[in-house]
Nanobody, 116 residues
Framework: QVQLVESGGGWVQAGGSLSLSCAVSAPIANPVGMAWYRQAPGKQRELVALIPSVGSTTYADSVKGRFTISRDNAKNTLSLQMNNLKPEDTAIYYC??????????WGQGTQVTVSS
């Protein structure tokens, strides 16, 4: 069983920054992909950023130029740097990893609240 634990969420004023981190209990050297999703109250969960095993990093249009996803294989961590945060970024943020054989795993989520 692979466990993912997010940290770094919190409250920030609009224009501020937060950095999320996801610690993975298994090696992340060869996943199909790693991603951050978010879910706002009353809305569906949506993809924020994705690092695939092949191809380019992908961002939701709403966060392009403001968020940066990165991974550290040596530390088995996935990160999301969020700058110039907006109230509409308020959501629970989830870490996600997909392995070809092990399947898909999710973290428990971390709350991000941006006030205007």
């Amino acid at each position: 069983q692979v466990q993912l634990v997010e940290s770094g969420g919190g409250w920030v004023q609009a224009g501020g920054s937060l950095s999320l981190s996801c610690a993975v209990s298994a090696p992340i050297a060869n996943p199909v992909g790693m991603a951050w999703y978010r879910q706002a109250p009353g809305k569906q969960r949506e993809l924020v950023a994705l690092i695939p095993s092949v191809g380019s990093t992908t961002y939701a249009d709403s966060v392009k130029g403001r968020f940066t996803i990165s991974r550290d294989n040596a530390k088995n961590t996935l990160s999301l740097q969020m700058n110039n945060l907006k109230p509409e970024d308020t959501a629970i943020y989830y870490c996600n990893i997909i392995y070809a054989l092990r399947g898909t795993y999710w973290g428990q989520g971390t709350q991000v609240t941006v006030s205007s």
